[in-house]
């Protein structure tokens, strides 16, 4: 090859596809004595192609041309053949369940009456503990029911001004503490606060100043 | 798992698999009982920190399992669980195991109670002798779990109390236990107005003395702090508009070299806001200036608790506080919430807090507590008229606990300096309040300029350092890529004296622009015949998952590069590690792998599986998350 850039990514890949799995590609460069910098462009080319154990080895000098050629192999891991991995996918063990000392389990549904087995549901879905965890049910991201409108519209329920500055409670509970307050409560979230007195919106924000 | 102590005769062992904290409630209602019906020694255990292998030498057991999802056991109990299943264990290996089994689910979901049910049917063919029926508590019903929860207990302790007597001397009083009725607390706390001649002033001595005579943290042992570190550096590595904020900090100790490896954790006992903790002594009506000692009440009164710490100096109440409660991150229990209803003088307080203890009020005081991520001050702060004497305050308040960070950084390169790589963390509720992460803020706030003390532990990781000569697939995104900053300046460092292996690191963030984190660094070892370099046969992939229209992540990045990933794999003795924050994101990965094998290897899925399996097993596919 007399200019490294040629050896571009098409030509790679057709040289890959032509060539046998475990066959042998050898490029030979010439350029001047000083320069490497082809060469890695060539070895970095092969590499990136695919081609394994790519080895640069000097062959010559003359009149200060510098002629290297880089061996290097098509990867002979196809379908069929045997290769380290191959070897070791095969030898591995077989499906069933195994602890991590290598030991085998027994089958969980062993365990189960007939009547457990019967109602028996499957596929796994990843969840939260049943029961206390009931979250709530949100809209979709792209929610055509309405339903987001509704969440918009509670959302906007936030306090006004007059409520901040001068707040009334007609049932008392609302400075009392979110543990006492209604679901419905305008200063639900809020730290608990005395009525008449302007409320403070810092939220109990126990920041870590030292 | 740490190894359970060897069992002294007539121990009672209660073990919990909790998910949400339902299972460690009720496993703490059958541990007060059992105190209160005279039993010499009770234990209380989450599955995950007992030995299984070790079940054979206790004689009484009682496991408390929650369901997760689909009749799953809950994360705590998933080891435990498979050991037990192991074939090779025989019908005779609990032969001396009395034990009862207590499962909470939910019959309106399919699979009801299954691991309650599996773990009582495994245990019968393991040879061991069950002292009453499997309970299996439902939230279907009107009650909950207590519904089903109360008769069994009754029923275990009358079993329990003919088959041994002598573990429930005072059985009368756990069959009859009433809520209304409030025991004692089980520490003894002593006052001194004055400072006793020898106070301690070193803070490492402060701490390690204070978090020794706390309850909450008996089983800990955690001894002095490793070491006292100075933060001399505070980066932030993200910018714009990121509501990320993740920083670099650089730790060093002033006085000695530290000494650490590749992999290791570093735990830190972060510092609560001085103000907050003022405002708790305040509301407790304690006094701050006070001097204490504590300690442990027993039954047996030459127990060795009263001798050893007769022999220990007090400690400023202000310092224990602030060194061993949490009062400004972590949510009380529940059963903090029934003493409190003792001590409420307020009738609308006290009908509050016995609602919310009641089994028809747990589905309330979860969204009030846990859900909205109620401090202690802040619960005592909406229950004015509770005073909760400082004995119980000091049993129920949560323990100040320590927070561990992947170490990012090499001791080749850095050898006095700890470099960490951490998000600072802030969320909202459902009520929409603001909550920082107590460690993760107080660090960003340091300033590298003015003294500071920052007491830690190193504690080994689940990531081992690898030998230079093993290539490396890491997959590391978000601060995930901590641990393998670690890896490849280690292995630039070593790549000097020595040929070393390529390393392969798939990284993922957002934005580009905004939290490429150590952007410079990857790719400086990128080039240049560098560890991450092509030219090495290693390579580094970075997903940029908002950057386009479609997402990207860092299976995606791993799956386009499939060919280069199964040339590493091939190679003998690779290795892959897998770390970073969320929960979904090791799953996405092991399957794009098996992918990348499937198809660029053509290997048959089946054997795919069995060959990850393998090399798990082997130590050679780990994956180390955080929540």
């Given at each position: 090859m007399k200019e490294a850039e040629s050896f571009g990514d098409q030509l790679v890949a057709e040289i890959s596809r032509v060539l046998k799995a475990g066959g042998t590609v050898l490029v030979q460069s010439f350029t001047a004595s000083s320069d490497h910098k082809p060469n890695n462009y060539i070895e970095r080319q092969l590499l990136m192609g695919g081609f394994v154990e790519v080895q640069s080895k000097s062959t010559g000098s003359h009149d200060g041309v510098q002629s290297v050629t880089i061996k290097s192999r098509k990867p002979?891991?196809?379908?069929?053949s045997s290769s380290p991995l191959k070897k070791a996918i095969k030898q591995a063990l077989p499906e069933t369940e195994i602890d991590d000392d290598g030991d085998e389990l027994i089958d969980k549904d062993s365990l189960l009456t007939q009547d457990d087995l019967k109602k028996l549901q499957r596929p796994v879905v990843g969840g939260c503990e049943m029961g206390a965890t009931k979250k709530a049910r949100k809209a979709c991201k792209n929610c055509s029911c309405g339903r987001a409108e509704a969440e918009q519209k509670v959302e906007k329920l936030g306090l006004t001004a007059e409520q901040i500055d001068n707040p009334v409670s007609a049932c008392g509970?609302?400075?009392?503490g979110d543990a006492f307050r209604c679901g419905t409560c305008p200063y639900r979230g809020l730290a608990p606060f005395k009525l008449g007195q302007k409320v403070t919106l810092s939220n109990n924000f126990l920041s870590a100043d030292i | 798992m740490a190894p359970s102590s060897s069992p002294m005769p007539g121990r009672l062992l209660v073990l919990y698999a909790s998910q949400t904290g339902n299972a460690i409630d009720a496993a703490e209602r059958v541990v007060r009982e059992a105190e209160r019906g005279g039993c010499p020694a009770v234990d209380l255990l989450s599955m995950d920190s007992f030995n299984p292998s070790c079940l054979p030498g206790e004689g009484y057991v009682v496991f408390v399992v929650s369901t997760m999802g689909q009749g799953d056991p809950p994360d705590s109990m998933k080891e435990f669980w498979k050991y037990l299943r192991r074939?090779?264990?025989?019908?005779?290996?609990?032969?001396?195991l009395h034990y009862a089994v207590f499962g909470l689910g939910d019959s309106?979901?399919?699979?009801?109670?299954l691991p309650a049910k599996m773990l009582d049917k495994r245990l019968l063919d393991l040879g061991a002798e069950q002292i009453i029926p499997k309970g299996l508590g439902n939230d279907q019903h009107s009650l909950g779990y207590e519904g089903a929860l109360d008769p069994w207990l009754m029923a275990l302790w009358k079993s329990l109390n003919q088959i041994y007597p002598s573990l429930l001397p005072r059985i009368s009083h756990a069959i009859h236990s009433s809520l209304n009725i409030l025991g004692d607390a089980k520490v003894e706390v002593t006052y001194y107005s004055a400072p006793q001649d020898s106070t301690i002033s070193d803070p490492k001595t402060l701490i390690e003395r204070a978090r020794s005579i706390s309850p909450a943290l008996k089983c800990h042992n955690e001894g002095e702090p490793q070491l006292m570190l100075q933060m001399v550096t505070n980066q932030c590595l993200t910018k714009g508009d990121s509501d990320k904020d993740v920083r670099h900090f650089e730790l060093e100790d002033r006085c000695y070299p530290i000494s650490y490896q590749v992999g290791d954790v570093l735990e830190i006992l972060p510092s609560q806001n001085p103000s907050a903790v003022d405002d708790f002594i305040k509301r407790c009506k304690l006094d701050p200036e006070c001097y204490i000692m504590i300690q442990e009440k027993s039954v047996d009164k030459l127990s060795k608790g009263s001798h050893m710490n007769s022999l220990v100096d007090p400690i400023k109440l202000k310092t224990f506080v602030a060194l061993t409660m949490d009062v400004t991150s972590a949510s009380p229990r529940r059963y903090f919430f029934e003493i409190m209803s003792h001590f409420a003088t307020d009738e609308n307080e006290k009908e509050k807090l016995q609602y919310f203890t009641s089994p028809e009020g747990r589905n309330d005081l979860y969204s009030y507590n846990q859900k909205e991520n109620r401090t202690v001050l802040e619960v005592l702060e909406e229950f004015p008229s509770v005073h909760m004497p400082f004995e119980w305050l000091v049993q129920l308040t949560p323990p100040l606990k320590k927070r561990a960070f992947s170490i990012s950084s090499s001791p080749l390169v850095h050898p006095n300096q700890i470099h960490l790589t951490v998000s600072v963390v802030s969320w909202r509720t459902p009520l929409k309040r603001t909550r920082h992460g107590l460690c993760s803020t107080w660090l960003a706030g340091l300033c590298p300029s003015e003294e500071n003390i920052i007491p830690c532990w190193i504690q080994r990781g689940s990531l081992p350092p690898p030998r230079p000569s093993i290539p490396l697939v890491l997959i590391g995104p978000g601060t995930g890529c901590a641990p393998f900053r670690t890896f490849v300046e280690e292995r630039a460092a070593q790549s000097v004296a020595e040929p070393t292996a390529p390393i392969l690191f798939f990284f993922g963030c957002r934005n580009q622009d905004n939290d490429f984190l150590y952007k410079e660094f990857w790719l400086n070892h990128a080039q240049d015949q560098g560890v991450l370099s092509l030219e090495k046969g290693g390579g580094f992939f970075v997903a940029f998952?908002?950057?386009?229209p479609q997402k990207v992540y860092v299976q995606d990045k791993i799956k386009e590069q499939g060919a280069r990933v199964l040339n590493m794999l091939c190679s003998e003795e690779a290795a892959i590690y897998v770390a970073g924050s969320s929960t979904k994101m090791p799953a996405d990965v092991t399957v794009a792998l098996k992918e990348v094998l499937c198809q660029?290897?053509?290997?048959?899925k089946k054997d795919v599986e069995g060959w990850l399996t393998k090399l798990k097993m082997g130590g050679r596919f780990i994956i180390e998350t955080w929540s």
């Open positions: 002979s891991w196809s379908m069929g509970s609302c400075g009392l | 074939k090779h264990l025989g019908a005779r290996w609990l032969e001396r309106s979901y399919g699979n009801y109670n998952s908002r950057d386009q660029h290897g053509g290997f048959p």
